[in-house]
């Protein structure tokens, strides 16, 4: 065994084969008018 990693994978690796996807994010940040919305209820 040696002290380095086997890459030979990666260097044969195709990214053509990969899919695109579209990142839909769940839990959005609030934006500066619904924080203000929100301290004004408290």
């Known amino acids: 065994m040696s ?7 990666v260097t044969t690796f195709d990214k053509t ?3 695109k996807t579209e990142t ?3 839990n959005p940040l ?3 008018e619904e924080k ?3 301290k004004g209820k408290q």
């Open 3 to 9: 002290d380095k990693p086997d890459v030979t994978e």
């Open 17 to 19: 084969k990969l899919k």
């Open 24 to 26: 839909q994010e769940k």
């Open 30 to 32: 609030p934006t500066k």
């Open 36 to 38: 203000q919305a929100k």
